[in-house]
């Protein structure tokens, strides 16, 4: 019998999702853990690949299970689980549903602060930035839905079958004192680093090392017009995944918490 799982995570504890030699992945203490509980060897595939230091307000993946569970495993796993890990769902699949390819979108959260903040240190993106152009920002952003190749906002492109990406929404939301802001994208898929090369790019933009028209130059030609780094893997949320059988809201509050009272929109 297939299970989807719905879970949450800090990853600031893990070296990203994926199993890996040698490091900490949330795949494998998940893995570790339900193998015990179950007494035989468990391996699940989650709905991505978070980087090393990326947070997970909404993730599922998937896992066979033959016997019959006969007890409550949410609170058992639950229990089990560092607390840095938290199950929301267990859910029973007919058929045989994939927690990766059957996802046809995914958003993910980006959260800046320009100030430092002990209490958001690890929520939250900390640049110590003045006078960022919002207004610059926020074109470029509206610019991401229009263009579906997205070669030179990743790394490795070569790798892939192809670089299309179908963006669904891209905004950018300041909050009234302007030293929080946040990035926010939707998409079927996602390439290696995508989230934090674009948001790398449009913080070149809001200090004025980029132009709106270089930033749609590289949308258009595929070509990367001036050097920009990742932005920092702290303040990257996946908040939400959405299948065609299954949409759910996310249960953890964080990103609600972080965007906190009056936010507007400079993308729209």
Not at 84 to 93: E, H, L, R
Not at 212 to 236: C, M, Q, R, V, Y
Request: overall charge positive.
């Amino acid at each position: 019998m297939r299970y989807f799982f719905h879970i949450a995570y800090q990853g600031q504890y893990f070296s990203g999702w994926q199993r890996q030699p040698n490091v900490k992945s949330v795949q494998e203490v998940i893995e570790q853990t339900l193998s015990k509980i179950l007494k035989l060897p468990i391996s699940i595939i989650g709905c991505g690949r978070t980087d090393a230091h990326v947070h997970a307000s909404q993730f599922f993946f998937h896992a066979d299970i033959e016997n019959a569970v006969d007890f409550d495993l949410l609170y058992i796993l639950n229990k089990a689980l560092p607390h840095n890990i938290a199950v929301f769902d267990i859910i029973k699949m007919e058929g045989r549903p994939h927690a990766r390819f059957d996802a046809v979108q995914r958003k993910y959260d980006y959260f800046v602060h320009t100030y430092k903040d002990p209490f958001l240190s690890k929520q939250s993106s900390f640049y110590q930035l003045k006078n960022l152009d919002f207004d610059k920002m926020g074109a470029v952003v509206k610019l991401l839905p229009k263009y579906n190749d997205y070669r030179a906002f990743c790394t490795h492109p070569d790798k892939y079958e192809h670089t299309i990406c179908n963006v669904m929404e891209a905004d950018l939301f300041v909050n009234q004192t302007g030293d929080r802001f946040r990035f926010h994208i939707a998409s079927n898929r996602f390439l290696g680093k995508m989230i934090r090369i674009t948001m790398g790019k449009i913080l070149m933009v809001g200090q004025g090392e980029l132009s709106i028209d270089e930033f749609e130059s590289e949308l258009i030609n595929l070509k990367a017009t001036k050097l920009s780094l990742p932005a920092h893997p702290t303040g990257l949320y996946l908040s939400k995944v959405t299948y065609p059988y299954l949409d759910l809201a996310p249960k953890s509050e964080i990103v609600a918490a972080l965007q906190g009272g009056d936010w507007k929109s400079v993308s729209v």
